[in-house]
């Protein structure tokens, strides 16, 4: 994998400044649209199209408002330096060259930004869905991965390139109609993998198998489950779809019904100094909180399940290890704004009772 920039790049990295950026890398697809034709953010340009990988994808969890460091570069583990679309990765790359690229047009943008597009799209499974990283790496990452959003952010980016939607009026009318193509194909798999219990849809596992469609587990806190964060994003994005089919409709209200019917009451997550004074966090009962939901549900039962890195199922918060209490969200209130606000307004929309 390559993480230097192409000759064909030399001029353009020439002509921007390599300052620290002002702009921290979580706000850099949240600026004005003049800001992306200043200097800053041409820096910034210059800095991400220099950690593209050969394969036309970005590494995750990595700040590229600066230039690849030596550290870097002399970094060998794979998920530091593999192209995926995990933790955002790759999408927000996109985005961000997208909006450089409209504010003021180059040659080696217009290259760094196909050159990702179509590794998204070459990076797509037949089925529909996406791995996480991409060329394949054996083990879970070669699920179809809806963990963090990951292939929701795919889909929502190329469903916004097939529209020809600001940042991607540049795209030309093959691009668009590729990324709709593979936008179907998503839709089709998500549909697919949706789990069904006792005959009704429920929602989805944040992974699953790319071969049978079945729930899937990842790392050992992981587990084969129902998920009551991944799914919420997965069903904003089919309350999105223009003109719904029958079966997008019935895929949300499963799930809609569902989350209504999974909610924790009584129960807040508190974090609170041990007894040693470090960091800890524990579920504490409260009749007056409000609605929580948990991250994993057990297939068929839909108890809440917490599970460490011993990978042993438990049915309470506070038996796991401190590491993952702290480190890890499993409670929380990921559908409520979904629940009162998204699903009215679709419901309005499409005229549906």
């Given at each position: 994998?390559?993480?230097?920039?192409?000759?064909?790049?030399?001029?353009?990295?020439?002509?921007?400044?390599?300052?620290?950026?002002?702009?921290?890398?979580?706000?850099?697809?949240?600026?004005?649209?003049?800001?992306?034709?200043?200097?800053?953010?041409?820096?910034?340009?210059?800095?991400?199209?220099?950690?593209?990988?050969?394969?036309?994808?970005?590494?995750?969890?990595?700040?590229?408002?600066?230039?690849?460091?030596?550290?870097?570069?002399?970094?060998?583990?794979?998920?530091?330096?593999?192209?995926?679309?995990?933790?955002?990765?790759?999408?927000?790359?996109?985005?961000?060259?997208?909006?450089?690229?409209?504010?003021?047009?180059?040659?080696?943008?217009r290259a760094a930004f196909d050159r990702g597009f179509d590794y998204l799209l070459a990076a797509q499974y037949p089925n529909g869905g996406w791995p996480q990283y991409f060329p394949l790496i054996?083990?879970?990452?070669?699920?179809?991965?809806?963990?963090?959003?990951?292939?929701?952010?795919?889909?929502?980016?190329?469903?916004?390139?097939?529209?020809?939607?600001?940042?991607?009026?540049?795209?030309?009318?093959?691009?668009?109609?590729?990324?709709?193509?593979?936008?179907?194909?998503?839709?089709?798999?998500?549909?697919?993998?949706?789990?069904?219990?006792?005959?009704?849809?429920?929602?989805?596992?944040?992974?699953?198998?790319?071969?049978?469609?079945?729930?899937?587990?990842?790392?050992?806190?992981?587990?084969?489950?129902?998920?009551?964060?991944?799914?919420?994003?997965?069903?904003?994005?089919?309350?999105?779809?223009?003109?719904?089919?029958?079966?997008?409709?019935?895929?949300?209200?499963?799930?809609?019904?569902?989350?209504?019917?999974?909610?924790?009451?009584?129960?807040?997550?508190?974090?609170?100094?041990?007894?040693?004074?470090?960091?800890?966090?524990?579920?504490?009962?409260?009749?007056?909180?409000?609605?929580?939901?948990?991250?994993?549900?057990?297939?068929?039962?839909?108890?809440?399940?917490?599970?460490?890195?011993?990978?042993?199922?438990?049915?309470?918060?506070?038996?796991?290890?401190?590491?993952?209490?702290?480190?890890?969200?499993?409670?929380?209130?990921?559908?409520?704004?979904?629940?009162?606000?998204?699903?009215?307004?679709?419901?309005?929309?499409?005229?549906?009772?």
């Amino acid at each position: 994998m390559r993480c230097g920039a192409p000759i064909a790049t030399v001029l353009f990295l020439a002509a921007t400044v390599a300052a620290p950026a002002a702009v921290r890398w979580n706000d850099i697809n949240k600026q004005s649209a003049d800001w992306y034709a200043g200097d800053e953010a041409r820096a910034i340009a210059a800095s991400i199209v220099q950690y593209q990988t050969s394969e036309g994808g970005w590494p995750k969890n990595t700040d590229m408002t600066a230039p690849p460091s030596a550290a870097f570069l002399a970094e060998t583990k794979f998920d530091h330096r593999a192209p995926t679309i995990d933790n955002d990765a790759t999408t927000t790359q996109l985005t961000y060259l997208a909006h450089a690229r409209t504010a003021k047009d180059d040659m080696t943008l217009r290259a760094a930004f196909d050159r990702g597009f179509d590794y998204l799209l070459a990076a797509q499974y037949p089925n529909g869905g996406w791995p996480q990283y991409f060329p394949l790496i054996p083990g879970y990452y070669t699920h179809i991965t809806f963990n963090d959003d990951a292939m929701v952010n795919v889909l929502v980016f190329l469903r916004d390139v097939s529209r020809g939607e600001a940042p991607y009026a540049f795209t030309t009318t093959e691009q668009r109609v590729r990324a709709s193509a593979a936008v179907e194909k998503g839709i089709a798999c998500v549909l697919r993998t949706q789990v069904k219990q006792e005959g009704n849809l429920t929602v989805w596992c944040a992974q699953h198998d790319e071969t049978t469609f079945a729930p899937a587990p990842a790392r050992n806190f992981q587990p084969v489950s129902l998920s009551g964060a991944e799914s919420v994003g997965l069903v904003r994005f089919l309350m999105n779809i223009e003109h719904p089919a029958p079966e997008v409709i019935a895929a949300i209200e499963g799930a809609v019904a569902w989350f209504k019917a999974v909610p924790i009451h009584g129960l807040r997550v508190d974090d609170t100094p041990g007894a040693d004074g470090k960091k800890d966090r524990h579920a504490v009962a409260d009749p007056a909180a409000p609605a929580i939901w948990a991250r994993f549900y057990e297939l068929g039962t839909n108890r809440p399940i917490f599970t460490g890195r011993d990978k042993v199922i438990r049915y309470d918060f506070n038996e796991i290890e401190r590491e993952r209490r702290t480190g890890y969200n499993y409670l929380k209130d990921w559908p409520a704004s979904m629940l009162e606000k998204d699903c009215p307004r679709w419901r309005v929309k499409n005229k549906l009772p």
